[in-house]
């Protein structure tokens, strides 16, 4: 589904446009080149490939597909899409064991009490904080926030002018909060992390989970921002 000039929202089980237990999934448009933001759950990759057709995309331009974090449901069709595609897989270092492992941190045995099975895939790069991934005629920005998992990563593109972040499940719309007491949840820096995205003003926002923001996602980070820094009580009715 076309979003924006750049921004393709391909796969998302909250949305019903691909199977249960994937995350929502993106692709970027540079043109002679498309980078895919997450995988999903591994049940996905059928519907993904379909979707970026049906928006009149080619698969075979995913030359990049950036892991936001190691969650199952964010790697799930890694393995899948690199074999179809020849696509680099790219995730923070800190994150690439998890999602080559698929240890403790991927959260994989939650994945197989809902009946999903995939296999691994190598991460073939890593970035860190400030680097920057060209695909095609566009630039993403690396933005290290770590605190959903230890190398949880988002990404800021320039959509024509309009300052877009696609950010995993580090945040989401209307400051609602995900899963925060995983293996490799740290309260402190998802606090932090929270600052920092704010602080870069994005407009649109894309998160792993939920409502797509195609304007205003400062003030919803803000929302968030506030959310996290109050009592515990708030927080944990605030969770969904
Ligand atoms: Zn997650």
């Given at each position: ?35 895919l ?17 049906r ?13 936001t ?97 696609l ?65 515990w ?8």
């Open positions: 589904m076309k979003l924006t000039e750049r921004v393709y929202l391909v796969a998302g089980s909250g949305y019903g446009i691909s199977p249960s237990g994937d995350c929502n999934c993106y692709v970027v448009d540079g043109g002679s080149e498309l980078a933001i997450d995988t999903g759950g591994g049940y996905g990759v059928k519907a993904i490939m379909e979707n970026i057709k928006d009149g995309l080619d698969p075979k331009k995913i030359t990049k597909t950036l892991i974090h190691c969650h199952f449901d964010h790697i799930g069709g890694n393995y899948e899409i690199r074999e179809t595609t020849g696509t680099k897989i790219i995730s923070h270092p800190i994150d690439k064991e998890a999602i080559e492992t698929l240890n403790e941190l991927s959260l994989y045995t939650m994945a197989q009490e809902w009946g999903l099975e995939f296999k691994t895939a190598p991460v073939d790069e890593t970035v860190v904080d400030g680097d920057v991934i060209e695909v095609g005629d566009v630039e993403l920005i690396t933005v290290s926030n770590p605190g959903h998992t230890p190398g949880c990563i988002s990404f800021m593109l320039d959509d024509y002018g309009v300052s877009s972040l950010c995993g499940d580090i945040a989401g719309a209307s400051g609602n909060l995900g899963y925060i007491n995983g293996p490799g949840f740290d309260l402190d820096d998802w606090k932090a992390s929270i600052k920092k995205l704010a602080s870069l003003k994005p407009e649109r926002m894309y998160p792993g989970h939920g409502t797509f923001l195609l304007g205003d996602a400062t003030s919803h980070l803000l929302q968030y921002d506030a959310k996290m820094n109050a009592a009580i708030t927080i944990i009715t605030s969770v969904g």
